[in-house]
């Protein structure tokens, strides 16, 4: 096995995991929701601390699902404008466009970790449902990091004649 399909073996698993994971964010938020709104209708009882940890599931299913939609190129840009420019100038602005996104998460990376230090060291919690903050907080410099990782990769594994990416499912 050469290390282009090592490397792409771990990208497939890698978005099986970050996929399956906001997955399950996904249904438990889906799932906490329902149950708050049968209680509180039903039965008169909401659950106090639903909204926080829908809100941090929600979190984590954006900064977990983040990983396919970087790999795939599709993360939200302004390209009307390049699309109509000449191939190898379009090709170079592309090129540019994922450097700059591998910095700008890169340094949303550094930036946060020492905040999600002291959220650790501080034992920082939300107020309703007593949750450790710095598990939502992590899932932003973690979901970059693998943003950033995947976009490098993608770069790297690319088809020569510049015809988009490996794909992940191959």
């Keep these: 096995m050469s290390t282009t399909e090592a490397l792409l073996k771990g990208v497939r698993g890698l978005l099986a995991i970050t996929r399956a994971a906001a997955g399950i964010c996904l249904l438990g938020s889906v799932a906490i929701n329902f149950v708050n709104i049968i209680g509180r209708y039903f039965f008169s009882v909401s659950i106090p601390w639903a909204e926080e ?67 650790a060291a501080f034992d920082e919690r939300s107020q309703a449902a007593d949750f450790p903050l710095v598990i939502p907080q992590a899932m932003v410099p973690i979901g970059y990091t693998l943003m950033a990782l995947l976009v490098a990769v993608r770069l790297m594994t690319r088809r020569p004649s510049g015809g988009g990416h490996a794909d992940a499912n191959s």
């Design 53 to 119: 940890i829908m809100l941090f599931l929600m979190v984590g299913c954006v900064f977990t699902g983040c990983c396919a939609v970087a790999w795939e190129g599709r993360q939200i840009r302004m390209d009307v404008v390049i699309r109509m420019l000449p191939p190898k100038v379009c090709e170079l602005l592309t090129l540019l466009s994922e450097l700059v996104m591998i910095a700008a998460a890169a340094a949303v990376t550094v930036f946060a970790w020492p905040v999600i230090s002291q959220l």
